[in-house]
């Protein structure tokens, strides 16, 4: 188990309604992330945390919202989500800001359809 | 903000052929290269990475290059297997607390058997 999770695993969702997903971890790490991945896109940050209730944007915020009130959980919201926010979505954890010795650690991934 | 590039997009070799990937960033600050592997359907995951105080790093049958210079940098696999099969993506990022990976676009390679 690599000690992080991601929940919903597979949503389909209608234009105009929220959704959240949820990362939770179990390594006290400090850093926490949000990423998209497209094809031909590889994955981009949406939000990042680099502690409780710090948190901050990345490339492609817009349209997204997110909340750490715990070290172990980060939440990710599409306040109104769109058919361009049908994509994969990854969390990531690390003890550092780039990852200790062994980087990143990603989570299996939220497939989210939006229709 | 950093932009990384990355090439090809795909990548068809024959089994124990080696493979080569490439990418060029834009942030010369940056000192920190990892690459990951995604398998189909599975989670990205660290396979090599190389800080800038190092040309090159190997391990077993991957190894990566650096040329801080140029702002490029490279993966190599030799002696590929089918096993290999899968998305590679490259990253970048200074490598101080607080800074996040900056990915490039992914290179799907296939190793025919």
């Known amino acids: 188990d690599a000690g992080i999770t991601q929940s919903p695993r597979h949503k389909v969702t209608e234009t105009g309604t929220p959704v959240t997903l949820r990362c939770h971890q179990t390594e006290n790490h400090r850093y926490m992330y949000w990423y998209r991945q497209d094809p031909g896109h590889g994955l981009r940050l949406i939000h990042y945390s680099y502690g409780v209730k710090d948190t901050d944007k990345g490339e492609v915020s817009d349209g997204y919202s997110v909340s750490r009130s715990k070290t172990e959980d980060f939440l990710l919201t599409l306040e109104s989500a769109t058919s361009s926010q049908t994509s994969v979505y990854f969390c990531a954890i690390s003890d550092k800001g780039t990852g200790g010795p062994n980087g990143y650690t990603f989570g299996s991934g939220t497939r989210l359809t939006v229709v | 903000g950093e932009n990384v590039e990355q090439h090809p997009s795909t990548l068809s070799v024959q089994e124990g052929d080696s493979a080569v990937i490439k990418c060029t960033y834009s942030?010369?600050?940056?000192?920190?290269f990892p690459w990951y592997k995604q398998e189909l359907g599975k989670r990205p995951q660290l396979i090599i990475d190389i800080r800038s105080n190092v040309g090159e790093k190997k391990d077993q049958r991957i190894a990566v290059t650096l040329n801080k210079t140029a702002k490029h940098f490279s993966l190599h696999i030799t002696e590929t297997q089918p096993e290999d099969s899968a998305v590679y993506f490259c990253?970048?990022?200074?490598?101080?607390?607080?800074?996040?990976?900056?990915f490039g676009g992914g290179t799907r390679l296939m190793v025919k058997p």
């Open positions: 990253a970048a990022s200074m490598d101080n607390a607080g800074n996040m990976l900056t």
């Open positions: 942030d010369s600050a940056s000192n920190y």
